[in-house]
Every structure is written in C-alpha cells, then in structure tokens.
C-alpha cells in the first residue's frame, strides 16, 4: 500500500531537507497532519515567500528582501570595513556578535577545486568592483571558515587585494573561550601558539 | 539585525517540528532558500494539500483522500479480522510488512491518565458500532505500543470485547529478530520466556 499521496510528497519534500532521512521524514509528515491548521498554512507560505521576496543585494550578495540590503543602506555603519563572509548567514551570526559595526561582502561558497569551484563562481569580481568605486574601504576582513578551502580562498583573496594597497586581515585562530588545552586539537593549539597575544 | 521577515518565519515553522531545535531550524531555511524553486514550490503545497484533502475515514479512521479509505472498500480483503493500531501510520508499518490482509481500525491514540485521554478520546465507540454491525468479524488483533499505555488500553479492549465472543489477540512480545540475548532488557526476555514456543 501507498502512502495517502499528499502524505507521501511531504515525506518526499521533507526528505531533501539535509540530515532528514525517510524515518524522519515520515515522522514530521504525520507531525504536520496533526498540526492545525493555521501553523501548516504558515508553513506552507513562509516556504513561498522565501522563494518569492527574497533577492540577493547587488551590492554585497546578502539575502535580502529591499535591494541594496538594509546594511548597504545603512550610512551610520563604518563605511571603511568590509567583513567577507562565505554564506548569507554567517552575516546573523556576526550580526548577532553586536561588536562588529562595518560592511559586508558574500562570497557564496569557497574555492574548491574538487567540487569545481573557481574564481568566477564567487562573487568576487563584485568585490573588486566595490573595492575600485568605492575609496572609502581601508580594510578587508576575511571570515571564510577555518577549512581547508575557507584558507585557501582567503589566501587568494588577500593576494588579489594587497597589491592595491588595502589591508587585508584575517579572523585569529586559536583556543574557544571556556575550552580545556586537554581538548584542543593539535593545528588549533599550534595556531594559539603562534599567534600568541602580550598580556 | 534580525533575519530577512521570510526567513524568520520559515525558522519559526521549522522549529515547531519534532526534534528541530534553533539552530537546526536556521539550518534548514537557508537550505530551502538555495533549493530550486520547483522543489520550494512542491513542498509548499504539500503541506497545503495534506490539510486540504486528507480525510479520516469514518469507518476506520485511517487518514484518506476518499471516505472510505481503499482498505475499507477493499472487498478482496479478509473481512474476518480487524487489526487495531494507535496511529494512521502503523497501518503502513502493517501494509509494508505485506503478510496481513485483514481490515483495520486506528485508535487515534492510547488511553492515558497523566495526558488526560480517556476511552471516549479513542475511535472506541466506532470499534463497537462496526463490531455490533458487522457479524462478519471474529477476531480483533490489538496491536498498539508495547508501552504502558498500549498495554493497559490493550487490557482495556480485550475485556470490552471479548464478552461479544470475539476472539481478542495481541501480538506477541519477544526477542528482536537478529537480536543478540546478551543485549535484551530483563522484561522482554521474561515476555520471550514465557511466551515461548514448541518447536
């Protein structure tokens, strides 16, 4: 027997979630039928308007629904920053640091040669742009992920600008406030090491 | 800064389902808005049509696109026996296990004290109704949860019923196929102990 067919799409939708798999996914669908209602509707058009409002900033790639985005927009933040990000979320979690007040700039991914990955797939030729047009920007801060390909991208990305004469920085790597020595892994100790502070 | 308003929202519905915490929630909203707008908009109505267009059936109460549902209008199916289950979806357990061809009724849950469900929240009244209608029936398979609950509602049906002189049956409690002794809980093996069989 098959599965009521609406029933069945659930599952089939909720399954292309990542880290979703079908037991899972069958669990929710029959979590959404018993739902009300209104919650399920909701749902249903928080999952369309994503679709539909949202666009990418021409400016600085976030998502945004208003284009340029409300940072871009924003006069009162340092216009002589610019934060480089890999993903559209990685601007809340800075957001939500509530220390950092400059601009952004996403990437939408890493160079990576084994997904292929290159140059002209990120956006980093509307960065240069922004970097040529605008004089105000002194500073580039580069916060790609501490991967592999989040360190070459960062690589590449601070040899492409520095010749222009911007400064071009990087997030320090080191020990997560509250964690144990006994726990750290090796590359992440070595980094603490070497980029030791004066106290 | 606060998430774009349809990702907000999106976040809020995904958290609202079973096991999706904060930042799993977040997670998957930034999935779906870089997913395909075909698969966002299959997965939209979805949801929609799973309210709109499932039913339960009102002799069954299996969850269905048509009253009644295919397994009740099924007339090549054994007639003779009703398998009671708790929830729509063991009755696909049931279906996928393809040895059982008898009809079904779902209880819409278990009779619980702490949550408040008593015998009138269960699809029981329409148990006896289809037992008092239909002379057909002459065994009644209780298969809800081997829990507490399950059992004690199961306990529950067998003395209701059986003094109709229906034969009540429940399914059996044992080892696990493929299961190791050495891992089984204490009460399960007293169950496989005594509900052994002659070989």
Redesign the interface.
């Known amino acids: ?1 098959q ?5 069945a ?2 599952i ?2 909720f399954m ?4 979703i798999g079908h037991k ?1 996914a ?8 018993d ?1 009300n ?1 209104d ?16 666009r990418y900033c021409s400016i600085c790639g976030n ?3 208003e284009n340029p985005c ?2 871009c927009k924003d006069k009162t933040r340092d216009q002589n920053i610019v934060l480089v990000v890999e ?3 990685d ?2 979690v800075m ?2 640091m509530k220390s950092y007040h400059g601009l952004y700039h996403v990437l939408g991914g890493v160079l990576s040669p084994i997904e292929g990955t290159g140059p002209e797939d990120l956006n980093i030729k509307s960065l240069i742009k922004r970097l040529q047009t605008n004089s105000n920007i002194k500073e580039i801060i580069i916060a790609t992920n501490a991967t592999p390909e989040g360190e070459a991208t960062a690589m590449y990305l601070s040899r492409l600008i520095k010749p222009a004469g911007i400064k071009v920085t990087r997030l320090a790597h080191g020990l997560s406030v509250g964690s144990d020595i006994e726990y750290a892994d090796e590359m992440t100790l070595s980094r603490a090491v070497s980029g030791r502070t004066e106290i």
């Open positions: 027997m599965y009521p067919e609406p029933v799409k659930l089939d939708s292309r979630l990542p880290g899972t069958i669990r929710l669908a029959y979590f959404v039928v739902m209602n919650d399920v509707a909701k749902f249903s058009s928080a999952l369309k308007e994503t679709k539909d409002k949202l998502l945004t629904e409300i940072i993903q559209p979320k601007i809340m957001e939500n």
